[in-house]
C-alpha cells in the first residue's frame, strides 16, 4: 500500500465541540497544507464550546466560525488516519485505517482554566502525530 502524498486525519469525539475541533485546528495550524483535515461527532452540539473557542484564541487561534459536523461513513472512509476522543461504539470501524484512541479529558461544562491543559496536551499530541506521519510541523 502506498503512502497517499497527503496524509489525511479524521477526529471523532461525541459531540465535535471541543476536543475533536482542538486538535483539528492544531493539526490544520501545524501541519498545514500538507495533511488534509477533518473532525465530527457522533452526535453534535448546535455550537463549538465557547471555553473552547477562548482557550483556541489564546494561542493564536481562531475556530469562532466553526461548527460542529455529523460523523459520516465516507468521512471514515475517505481518512487515513481516525482520532477518537470518547465516542465508544459510536465510531465506524472499517479495515484498513489507522485507529488511536486519545484518551483525553471532556472539557464540555468546564471554564477555560480547565480547558487549557486539555487544550496544551492536545496540541502535543498533534506535534506527536505529525512526527509519526512524517509530515514537518509548520512552526
Given at each position: 500500500m502506498s503512502t497517499p502524498a497527503v496524509p489525511s486525519v479524521l477526529f471523532v469525539c461525541v459531540h465535535n465541540a471541543g476536543r475533536s475541533q482542538m486538535a483539528a485546528a492544531f493539526l490544520t495550524r501545524l501541519g498545514g497544507d500538507?495533511?488534509?483535515?477533518?473532525?465530527a461527532g457522533s452526535a453534535p452540539a448546535g455550537t463549538v464550546n465557547s471555553a473552547v473557542v477562548e482557550a483556541?484564541?489564546?494561542?493564536?487561534?481562531?475556530?469562532?466560525?466553526?461548527?460542529?459536523?455529523?460523523?459520516?461513513?465516507?468521512a471514515v472512509q475517505a481518512s487515513d488516519v481516525v482520532i477518537t476522543m470518547g465516542c465508544g461504539d459510536a465510531c465506524p470501524y472499517f479495515p484498513g485505517k489507522q485507529y488511536l484512541d486519545w484518551k483525553l479529558d471532556d472539557p464540555a461544562g468546564q471554564?477555560?482554566?480547565?480547558?487549557?491543559?486539555?487544550?496544551?496536551?492536545i496540541e502535543q499530541r498533534v506535534r506527536g502525530l505529525l512526527a509519526d506521519l512524517g509530515v514537518e510541523t509548520a512552526e
Open positions: 500538507r495533511v488534509e483535515v477533518r473532525s483556541l484564541a489564546e494561542v493564536g487561534i481562531n475556530i469562532s466560525a466553526e461548527t460542529p459536523k455529523v460523523l459520516t461513513t465516507e471554564g477555560v482554566d480547565a480547558v487549557r491543559p486539555i487544550r496544551d496536551e
